[in-house]
């Protein structure tokens, strides 16, 4: 059982940056790949980044690719991604997710535990 909790949201004009982080409960931290995942008003949750259990290998959605960078320190328990260059189209809940495995996934049902959320909010 992995409990996730995500911070760092906020208000940011366009063009700035954010950093996100998800801190995790448990010991198990480093078997994990942690996904994040965001959702604006009305539409469909899509998946943002991903990163293996060593932080050896990221993988992004190319609407954030160049702009995004996730990283981890397993000795906290925590995943970050640094979010540059932000632009409207980013404003969105923001959601950390953990699964089991070696793979890197986009794919939301590959994921077995979810954070609450962040909100992001970019302003033009």
């Known amino acids: 059982q992995v409990q996730l909790v995500e911070s760092g949201g906020g208000l940011v004009q366009a063009g700035g940056s954010l950093r996100l982080s998800c801190v995790a409960s448990?010991?198990?931290?480093?078997?994990?790949?942690i996904g994040w995942f965001r959702q604006a008003p009305g539409r469909e949750r899509e998946f943002v980044a991903a990163?293996?259990?060593?932080?050896?290998?990221?993988y992004y959605a190319a609407s954030v690719k160049g702009r995004f960078t996730a990283s981890r320190d397993n000795a906290k328990n925590t995943v970050f991604v640094q979010m540059n260059s932000l632009e409207p189209d980013d404003t969105a809940v923001h959601y950390c997710?953990?699964?089991?495995?070696?793979?890197?996934?986009?794919?939301?049902?590959?994921?077995?535990?979810w954070g609450q959320g962040t909100q992001v909010t970019v302003s033009s």
């Open positions: 448990g010991r198990t931290f480093g078997q994990y790949v």
């Open positions: 990163i293996n259990r060593s932080g050896s290998s990221t």
């Open positions: 997710a953990a699964r089991g495995g070696t793979l890197v996934s986009a794919r939301e049902d590959q994921y077995d535990y």
